[in-house]
């Protein structure tokens, strides 16, 4: 599900991540890229509603835990957010190399921060940023990364 998306509302933004999830397979990478208040956590709490979680509405960051784990849905859904690390060496004490390609999907948030532990194949780049319109407008750029 590759391209350049537009979306006007939470809601938007909300049902294009439901989509993406809907085809997404365990081992799934999805880096997921913004400044502060872009609409990453939004755009989660849609992914997370698209694999059946139950009450995806609850998603929210991880900023202070760095990881909630969401089950109950075709596939679980482990949602990073790697903003307070200081460096991957952290990102690895905590066992985020663990997650990666296991029986569910993670969604990280801050990816660049852990940019060395990443695939470099078949991770999924979501690019979340606003936009000149109005307040909820975003432009959403997916790219699977294939090599």
Same mark, same amino acid.
């Given at each position: 599900?590759?391209?350049?998306?537009?979306?006007?509302?939470?809601?938007?933004?909300? =049902?294009? =991540?439901?989509?993406? $999830? &809907?085809?997404?397979?365990?081992?799934?990478?999805? =880096?997921?890229? #913004?400044?502060?208040?872009?609409?990453?956590?939004?755009? =989660?709490?849609?992914?997370?509603?698209?694999?059946?979680?139950?009450? *995806?509405?609850?998603?929210? &960051?991880?900023?202070?835990?760095?990881?909630?784990?969401?089950?109950?849905?075709?596939? *679980?859904?482990?949602?990073?957010?790697?903003?307070?690390?200081? +460096?991957?060496?952290? $990102?690895?004490?905590?066992?985020?190399?663990?997650?990666?390609? #296991?029986?569910?999907?993670?969604?990280?948030?801050? *990816? &660049?921060?852990?940019? #060395?532990?990443?695939?470099?194949?078949?991770?999924?780049?979501?690019?979340?940023?606003?936009?000149?319109?109005?307040? +909820? +407008?975003?432009?959403?750029?997916?790219?699977?990364?294939?090599?």
């Amino acid at each position: 599900m590759d391209g350049v998306f537009l979306t006007h509302s939470a809601e938007e933004t909300r =049902a294009l =991540a439901e989509k993406l $999830a &809907s085809e997404a397979q365990a081992g799934d990478v999805v =880096a997921l890229h #913004g400044d502060l208040g872009a609409g990453k956590t939004v755009f =989660a709490g849609g992914f997370a509603k698209g694999l059946g979680v139950p009450y *995806p509405e609850d998603v929210v &960051s991880p900023t202070y835990t760095l990881l909630q784990v969401h089950e109950g849905g075709r596939l *679980p859904l482990y949602h990073f957010d790697v903003y307070r690390l200081e +460096d991957e060496e952290e $990102a690895a004490e905590i066992g985020l190399d663990e997650y990666l390609f #296991g029986s569910g999907v993670c969604l990280i948030e801050w *990816p &660049s921060r852990v940019e #060395g532990l990443l695939p470099e194949a078949g991770r999924i780049d979501v690019r979340i940023s606003r936009t000149a319109g109005g307040f +909820d +407008d975003r432009e959403i750029t997916i790219k699977k990364i294939q090599e």
